[in-house]
Antibody, heavy 118, light 110 residues
Framework: QVQLQESGPGLVKPSETLSLTCTVSGGPIISYYWSWIRQPPGKGLEWIGY???????KYNPSLRGRVTISVDTSKNHFSLKLSSVTAADTAVYYC????????????WGKGTTVTVSS | QSVLTQPPSASGTPGQRVTISCSGSSSNIGSNYVYWYQQLPGTAPKLLMY???QRPSGVPDRFSGSKSGTSASLAISGLRSEDEADYYCAAWDDSLSGRVFGGGTKLTVL
């Protein structure tokens, strides 16, 4: 079955760019939407944005200008870049597969913790 | 403050029926589908309900979803200890042109 695995640095310095990759295994990246969601410590879920396999994107308005999501269909992975990070960006970051443009996320990665600290 | 409003906590005893509410507005729940996620302690969220009242394969029929106007509910009947988790509702918001989550409800099985 389809599995997702997040990877990237667990520690990022303030003002730098957070970069994460989600590798998709067991199924194609084509024909689906792919999302990033985060969860600050002890808090709820926040949608970051999604990308369709063709490359079109939609981002959370509160993060617009700082976030970029890209996809590489040849490597079956998609990526997240979040610039100018602060301590408020410390969170568990999840990637997920979407069935469509609504929040219909049926497969999730285990999540990766990113801490923003100097 | 989350766009979708959920009670922060709910509780019940084994075998009981519990309902978790999710309140929104005409731009989200009122005009779009509602989705529910279950997050067991220390794990990633799991899709529990899609398109208001549809259960993914593998989700017990003890779980049911409904929507009326700008509110939605998740009901759990025959409560079990393994249902103790955080539950989140989600929807598309036409005004924000993005997805929104509720703040989450922590369910305790007494």
């Amino acid at each position: 079955q389809v599995q997702l695995q997040e990877s990237g640095p667990g520690l990022v310095k303030p003002s730098e760019t957070l970069s994460l990759t989600c590798t998709v295994s067991g199924g194609p990246i084509i024909s689906y939407y792919w999302s990033w969601i985060r969860q600050p410590p002890g808090k709820g879920l926040e949608w970051i944005g999604y990308i369709l396999y063709s490359g079109s994107t939609k981002y959370n308005p509160s993060l617009r200008g700082r976030v970029t999501i890209s996809v590489d269909t040849s490597k079956n992975h998609f990526s997240l870049k979040l610039s100018s990070v602060t301590a408020a960006d410390t969170a568990v970051y999840y990637c997920a597969r979407d069935r469509d443009s609504s929040p219909y996320m049926d497969v999730w990665g285990k999540g990766t913790t990113v801490t923003v600290s100097s | 403050q989350s766009v979708l409003t959920q009670p922060p906590s709910a509780s019940g005893t084994p075998g009981q029926r519990v309902t978790i509410s999710c309140s929104g507005s005409s731009s989200n729940i009122g005009s779009n589908y509602v989705y529910w996620y279950q997050q067991l302690p220390g794990t990633a969220p799991k899709l529990l309900m899609y398109r208001n009242d549809q259960r993914p394969s593998g989700v017990p029929d003890r779980f049911s979803g409904s929507k009326s106007g700008t509110s939605a509910s998740l009901a759990i009947s025959g409560l079990r200890s393994e249902d103790e988790a955080d539950y989140y509702c989600a929807a598309w918001d036409d005004s924000l042109s993005g997805r929104v989550f509720g703040g989450g409800t922590k369910l305790t099985v007494l």
